[in-house]
T-cell receptor, first 113, second 109 residues
Framework: EPEVTQTPSHQVTQMGQEVILRCVPI?????FYWYRQILGQKVEFLVS????????KSEIFDDQFSVERPDGSNFTLKIRSTKLEDSAMYFCASMGQWNTEAFFGQGTRLTVV | AQRVTQPEKLLSVFKGAPVELKCNYSYSGSPELFWYVQYSRQRLQLLLR??SRESIKGFTADLNKGETSFHLKKPFAQEEDSAMYYCALGDTGGFKTIFGAGTRLFVKA
């Protein structure tokens, strides 16, 4: 069964460093998402991507964040200068058709020290 | 504003007892509502969506537009139902799904 894969599973980085979180969505899917979950809190929407551009983003997704789909298979989330409060589990998801089931990756745990 | 509220952080029931996980939403249009589940050490996965009107693993959820609710129910809980359950609202543009805070269901033997 196809699934969304994320790498790495755990990333530790120093405050102020750039990180790139990688995701390989399901191959024929059209909608791509990043969510994050701070420990003990709810899953929060960050950004959605469709047709090679950002469709919607939350207030969390400020200028420090960017997304790319560089080669038609990967979908990356970059945080330019990490802060302690960026420590969270980051989930990638993809969706085949509009407003159907979102398939989630296993997540990347980002720890900023 | 779009909002999903799950009032219970933790719900603990005995095996065989009925379960109801509450979800209320706030949305101006016609909502698409989902329940996602996350079992221990597994990824978030769709349990059911209101439009399909299915019963999955014995769970059902009925959309009540008057009460703006989408409660998840199961008549007889099983130990393997222990997990984190998230109610979610999809906007009509399909560009984001908003999640509630989640309810941890613990089914005791």
């Amino acid at each position: 069964e196809p699934e969304v894969t994320q790498t790495p599973s755990h990333q530790v980085t120093q405050m102020g460093q750039e990180v790139i979180l990688r995701c390989v969505p399901i191959s024929n899917h059209l909608y791509f998402y990043w969510y994050r979950q701070i420990l003990g809190q709810k899953v929060e929407f960050l950004v959605s991507f469709y047709n090679n551009e950002i469709s919607e983003k939350s207030e969390i997704f400020d200028d420090q964040f960017s997304v790319e789909r560089p080669d038609g298979s990967n979908f990356t989330l970059k945080i330019r200068s990490t802060k302690l409060e960026d420590s969270a589990m980051y989930f990638c998801a993809s969706m085949g058709q509009w407003n159907t089931e979102a398939f989630f990756g296993q997540g990347t745990r980002l720890t900023v020290v | 504003a779009q909002r999903v509220t799950q009032p219970e952080k933790l719900l603990s029931v005995f095996k065989g007892a009925p379960v109801e996980l509450k979800c209320n939403y706030s949305y101006s249009g016609s909502p698409e509502l989902f329940w996602y589940v996350q079992y221990s050490r597994q990824r978030l996965q769709l349990l059911l969506r209101h439009i399909s009107r299915e019963s999955i693993k014995g769970f059902t959820a009925d959309l009540n537009k008057g009460e703006t609710s989408f409660h998840l129910k199961k008549p007889f809980a099983q130990e393997e139902d222990s997990a984190m359950y998230y109610c979610a609202l999809g906007d009509t543009g399909g560009f984001k799904t908003i999640f509630g805070a989640g309810t941890r269901l613990f089914v005791k033997a």
